[in-house]
Structures are given as structure tokens and as C-alpha cells.
């Protein structure tokens, strides 16, 4: 499996690998092992897209020598280009898109009966969702949880609406079933995952919210941290942020992608809201939970964007002073609404304006971790540094890095340290329970 993009794609292919195992299937890192290879793509920018084909042409070389090997093309690009994808690589069998996942076995096994191309893209799921086995792999602290699929948000550079289809909740006793079945499989984190969980529950019959879903998982036994993404700011509500304030499990980060900081810019891009009511939640996160970590994601060079517009995006980084911020340059999309827009602006502009924002957020995300130093964080110890014997890493409750001495006792545990410096981006501190008063060093 070779997966391309986002979390939500990972977890996708984590599903495949489930379903696929359960088929008698076996899993190999090797290429040259394989009998199947099978790529889960993602198609939001050309960038992604593009390497995609790279990969896959590359492939053409191993299929000659090995005809009997089969090729699949699978998720976003294989919903977005269907057969096409077959006729501009005659060596790929297989396309499957983002509602064919749950029927790759016997998708496969007609490829294995002689049927090439096989090519399944249906506008809508026909199966009910399958879910990946919980036991699949080792014994993990961590799981992803999908509580929803899908977008209706069509904001106009976004190609996911189309490519994933409109939002389709997960009804939350489900949700709460898979997260306890995991807890009792070891797993004591678990990460939910949706395109927008803010509206989470809009699309089902029953009474249900994300704060709601959020109160249901904090009493699973077992289950020590909560966290999701992502966040849209036009459905954020103040029982999703009091959530986040009172329940102990939930974890104080919130992903909240504000895409620029024009207000004209965020209305071409279809977002709901301006750049002061982006700048009114931040303020009332920040009263609610003063600790709380905010990241976001950022699109420089929209169809239009000009000078000031761009400089508004850069003052909206030093106003919120995010701790971390994904950069991205404008990439146009055909079937979207801004795909048709022809007030491009220039790639070298995009450049240095990407580049500028970048530079700029680095400072801010340091001095947002630098404010860490010698305060107590909780980390839960994830697994051991690869290159430091004694040492373990794991993640704060806001998301960072961190780094401390430990053994596998502590493996799963929740370790409360004193951050004593920084090793790049990485927080290193000293188990605050076996304080010894001597800086690790390592
Ligand atoms: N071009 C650039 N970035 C995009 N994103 C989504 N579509 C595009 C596009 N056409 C970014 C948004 C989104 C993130 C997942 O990808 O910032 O939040
Ligand atoms: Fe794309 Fe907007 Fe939906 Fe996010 S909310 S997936 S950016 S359409």
C-alpha cells in the first residue's frame, strides 16, 4: 500500500489493509515482494496528483518483468479520473474510488479472474461503511476514528466535496462501540476524523452533536485522550469549546483552518466567515482555554489575491500567533468554482509569497514553543526514541513533540515532565516523578 495525503486517507488505507488481511492477504514494505500494489491518492493540490503519476509510471518497469503483478489506483484521484486512468496507464488493473473502498477484496479477487481493467467509482457507497479490523497490527496506543465522510462545505478551491462526496455522519452509538472496542484493545488514544466534525451529526435523524459525541467518548473506559480534526470556524460552537474546556480526556488543540486573512478573499473562497469573526473565536478560545494550541492552514495566491490582500493573511498570523500553520500554495482545480477563475496570480508571486509566510510562521511557531520551557507538560509516552537508548517520545496534550527519559513501563502512560530545553522542534524535559534535579542528556 502506498498512501498518498491526509490522515483521513491513511486511516482509508489502514481499512484497506484490515479488509485486505481478513482476505488472507499479506502485507509487505518490499515493492519488488509484492503481488499487488495499490496506491490510496490524494488529488486537493496538482502537486500531490503529479507525483502520483510519477510513482505509478515508475511501476511500468517492475509490470514488464512481472506481468502477473496487479497494479491499483485507488481514493480521491481514482473517483476524480475513473477509466481515464486506465487508457494514460495501460499497466494499472485496477481503479478504485473514495466509495469502492469497502469492496476492495472482491474487487481484487475479479483482477485475480482475468478481468483487467476493473474499474468501480460509484457516485455513492453501496455497502454500508466497513470498518477495519480492531485488531489489525501491533498493539497500538494510538488509533485514528472516522465519525464522518465526506464534505458539503464546497468552499471554491476545494476539489474534496466532489472527490469524497457530501457530508455522511457516523451514527454516534457506532462511534462510541469502535472507540470502546479499541480501548479494550490496548488503545488509550484515540483521534477523531472528519472533514468538518464541527457538523458533525447535521446530516443524521438523530439528536447529535459533536460536543455531544465528545461527552459519549470521554466516559469510555480505558480511553485517556481525545483529539479531532478538523475544525471549520463558520460551524466552531461555544458547547464544542466548553467541551474542550471540561472534559478531562479531551485534549486542548484545535486545527482551525482559516485559509487567509482577507475578508474579500474569504468571501471569493466561500469560507462563512470574515476575518474578524475568525479573529472573535480565536479570542473566545483563548478566554475559555488559555492554554490552548491552535494551528491552522493557509492558501497563498488564490485567483485575485493582491498585495494588501496577502498582507492582510500575514497580519492574521502575528495577530493569533499560531503555534503551527500549514502553508499552501494556490493550486487550481478543474470542476471546482475558483478552477475557472482566469485572474491568476503569477507562480513566482505565489512563491515569494509562500516563502514569506513560511519564514514568518517559523519564528511565531518557535516562540510559541520557546513559552514552553520550564512549565510541566503532560505527555503521553508514545515509543522509544530510535536513536536515544533510555529515552521516549511522545506528544503533549497541545500536539508537540516531546522527549524525556523513561522505560517500557511507561509505554501507554501518561508522564508528567518538566520541559527543560528545546532539541530543534522537539520539547526535551525530566519525568517530573522520577525528578532527579539533572538535565537528561541526550
Ligand atoms: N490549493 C491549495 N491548497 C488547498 N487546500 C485545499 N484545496 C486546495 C487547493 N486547491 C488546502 C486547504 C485545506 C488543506 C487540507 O488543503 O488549506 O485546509
Ligand atoms: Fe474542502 Fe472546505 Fe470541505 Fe475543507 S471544508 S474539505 S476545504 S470544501
Known sequence: MITFGCQMNQHDSEMIGGL??????????????????????CCVREHAEQR?????????????KKPELIV????????????????????????????????????????ENGERPVVSTPDVC??????????????????????????????????????????????????????RALAEGGVVEVTLLGQNVNSYGRDLHVDASFARLLEQLDAVVGITRIRFTTSHPKDISTDLMRAIRDLPKVCEHVHLPVQAGSTRILELMNRGYSSEEYLRIVERLRDLIPHISLTTDIIVGFPGETEEDFEQTRLMLEKVRFDGAYIFKYSSRSGTAAGSLDNRVDKSTIAARHRALLEFQKEVSLERLKSLLNTTQSVLAESHDAKRHGFLVGRTRGHRVARFCGGQED???????RVCRLDGWTLVGEAAQHSSGQEPQG
Request: proline share 4%; aromatic share 6%.
Open 20 to 41: 485486505l488481511e481478513d482476505a488472507g492477504y499479506i502485507l509487505t514494505e518490499h515493492l519488488e515482494a509484492a503481488d499487488v500494489i495499490l496506491f490510496n491518492t
Open 52 to 64: 502520483l503519476y510519477g510513482r505509478v509510471s515508475q511501476l511500468k518497469a517492475l509490470k514488464a
Open 72 to 111: 491499483g489506483v485507488g481514493g480521491c484521484v481514482a473517483q476524480k479520473e475513473k477509466a481515464a486512468l486506465t487508457k494514460r496507464f495501460s499497466h494499472v488493473d485496477l481503479v478504485f474510488g473514495t466509495n469502492a473502498l469497502g469492496g476492495i477484496a472482491d474487487l481484487l479477487r475479479r483482477v
Open 126 to 179: 453501496a455497502s454500508p461503511e466497513h470498518r477495519p479490523p480492531i485488531t489489525l497490527g501491533r498493539a497500538r496506543i494510538s488509533a485514528w476514528v472516522s465519525v464522518m465522510r465526506g464534505c458539503d462545505n464546497y468552499c471554491s478551491y476545494c476539489v474534496v466535496p466532489y472527490v469524497r462526496g457530501p457530508q455522511r455522519s457516523r451514527r454516534p452509538d457506532e462511534v462510541v462501540a469502535e472507540v
Open 411 to 417: 509505554i501507554g502512560r501518561e508522564i508528567e515532565i
